[in-house]
């Protein structure tokens, strides 16, 4: 495995962004039967990602080996209402390719997210599926812990 | 299929008449009632002494030595899918026939109402003060996968799956040869691996440890052709694992695509996918290198045809067949493993002892009797068994796994006096008619 880069995303990767957010959802799937995947993913990841591109509010930092995209995470700065500090850097979405995993990819990735994050907020924060144990695992061993939880329930 | 009809109507019509085809017979004297006393109660209380000083000695002082279990939940038995323990157990006294006749080894069928593999795990764990070793059974992947490599590490006795490491135990002893007739190296050949179940996963396993380049490796399953960016990776890894771990290290060349792509070029197709015929084509095989090499294991029919393999311009032919050239046969494996590992009391079956046992049951054949229709010794030549035992007992030994290590001369007379002995004793049965003639089928 040759060096792998990370850059901000730019509109060429977007097709690559849409099929590795499909897997990620996929695999959320996998995880949780209330994450049923949409037929129509394809279309709104696009769109999802075309504005995050352009928008000074979000952030898309894609992992690169030998110019193919191996990886990714979207991030959102948001302002807290009611808590200090205010500025937030909201991880959302966080995928890397399975060759990738377990060699310390992610783990340089997501440092290379937040000090990208923190010129604009003070509080790092990660969205995931709670059943997700790779993420739970991921985000607990790197430092984070619970702050928010959001249960489900259906109909 | 004319003659498994045939032998179906045997089997159906001897099974009830025999009740099964086991049963416990001692192997001590009983001169009198008196000699109970030695063998039962108060005489066995010293026995019980013994052992109570040093639980190991259960291995000489009982037949823990040679006593192993079959274990099954029957959630996959031969080609009929999971057809549960009772319809399972047929299966599983067939085995123990076959370890008792070949390896000389007390087998004995236990058929667990399960289908949780924590608990099979449990249960099978919890039986190791009465057992030798562990010999588990038509049980579907990847189930089959996790409750090996559990056991295997949280037991200290012998634990082996056949449908796992028997088939690649044969497959590999099958290509050494199989490689060195069509002049290649493990370690240089692009091995296609077609079916990605039991067999095959432990197969690539195996070949990993044998010296293949995992990199030159290439699985191809029901949904195609594996490699690390397949859309059902993330999937596979919480699903089956082992076929996860295979993706990463396989098929470096990232070639997509289905059976077609995946043979161009190749020199070794290892074939254990769903019963043929008609499966593969012949096309196919003329798409892969010079002179290549084909192993079509289903059954009971072969994913195509061995002639047909042939035609194409296959130089080594191996199916799973007894009435082709090379049979590619677990029986010749499991009997002699167990044969050695429990002779030196081995506390595990390591990678390195199934290799050994491949490479023996390869050198078997001497160099002027291979050919390219006689790759793999027969179940005729019983000799094999012994040397296979023996090689195995001697790598136990090698890697310190035996609490009784012996060399390969001392187990091969010890091999070869208790398998003949188990052979003598069922003729001698038979002879003094405890054990009837066949029945009749009209």
């Known amino acids: 495995m040759s060096q792998v880069v990370f850059r901000k995303a730019e509109p060429r990767d977007i097709s690559r962004l849409v099929e590795l957010n499909t897997r990620l959802k996929r695999l959320n799937e996998e995880f949780d039967p209330l994450l049923r995947v949409r037929a129509d993913i394809a279309e709104t990841s696009r769109t999802y990602f075309e504005k995050a591109i352009h928008s000074p509010d979000s952030l898309v930092i894609v992992a690169e080996d030998s110019g193919k995209v191996v990886g990714f995470i979207k991030a959102d700065i948001r302002e807290r209402q009611f808590y200090e500090p205010r500025m937030e850097g909201n991880i959302v979405e966080f995928y890397l390719l399975p060759e990738y995993r377990r060699k310390g990819v992610g783990a340089q990735l997501l440092d290379h997210t937040i000090k990208l994050l923190k010129e604009k907020a003070e509080i790092i924060t990660a969205e995931f599926p709670a059943l997700n144990e790779i993420a739970v695992e991921f985000y607990t061993r790197l430092g984070f812990r619970g702050v928010v939880s959001v249960y489900a329930r259906e109909s | ?442």
């Open chain 2, 1 to 442: 299929m004319a003659e498994g009809d045939r032998v179906g109507e045997v089997a159906v019509k001897a099974a009830p008449y025999y009740g099964g085809k086991l049963e416990v017979v001692p192997k001590i004297p009983v001169r009198s009632l008196d000699d109970f006393a030695v063998w039962y109660t108060p005489g066995v209380a010293a026995v019980c002494k013994v052992i109570t000083r040093s639980r190991e000695r259960s291995f000489d002082y009982t037949w823990r030595w040679n006593a192993i279990a079959v274990v099954t939940n029957g959630t996959r038995v031969l080609g009929l899918g999971n057809i549960g323990p009772e319809a399972a157990l047929p299966v599983m006294e067939g085995k123990a026939l076959i370890f008792k006749f070949l390896g000389g080894v007390d087998a004995f069928p236990l058929c667990l109402n399960t289908t949780d593999r924590n608990k099979f795990v449990e249960v099978v764990k919890t039986l190791e003060p009465g057992l030798g070793g562990v010999n588990l059974e038509d049980i579907s992947s990847p189930d089959c996968f996790y409750i090996l490599d559990r056991l295997r590490q949280e037991m200290s006795i012998p634990v082996w799956h056949d449908d796992q490491l028997g088939t690649a135990g044969a497959t590999l002893a099958g290509l050494y040869n199989a490689l060195k007739i069509t002049d290649r190296k493990l370690s240089k050949s692009v091995i296609v691996l077609f079916g990605a179940g039991a067999a095959n996963i432990a197969t690539a396993r195996l070949l990993e440890k044998a010296g293949a380049d995992m990199s030159r490796i290439v699985l191809v399953d029901s949904v195609g052709i594996l490699h690390a960016e397949r859309e059902d990776m993330d999937e596979l890894m919480l699903k089956n694992p082992w076929k996860y771990e295979l993706a990463l290290k396989t098929n470096k060349m990232k070639i997509t695509g289905q059976l077609p792509e995946a043979l161009e070029g190749a020199d070794v197709l290892v074939a254990a996918a769903t019963p043929g015929p008609g499966l593969i084509k012949k096309e196919w095989i003329r798409r892969m290198s010079d002179k290549p090499v084909v192993f079509l294991l289903a059954n009971p029919v072969p994913e195509m045809w061995p002639w047909e393999a042939k035609e194409a311009g296959a130089s080594v032919v191996a199916t799973g067949r007894s009435d082709y050239p090379n049979q590619v046969n677990n029986s010749l494996v499991f009997p002699s493993v167990f044969r050695g590992a429990l002779d030196v009391r081995a506390k595990t079956i390591t990678d390195g002892m199934v290799l050994k046992a491949a490479e023996a049951l390869a050198e078997f054949i001497p160099e002027d009797k291979l050919t390219p229709d006689h790759i793999i010794p027969t179940m005729e030549e019983w000799e094999v068994y012994v040397h296979v035992a023996a090689s195995v007992a001697e790598q136990a030994s090698a890697e310190n796994v035996a609490r009784r290590p012996l060399t390969y001369d001392e187990e091969f007379a010890r091999a070869r006096r208790i398998i003949e002995r188990s052979r003598k004793v069922l003729m001698s049965l038979m002879e003094k008619q405890f054990i009837k003639p066949l029945p009749q089928v009209d």
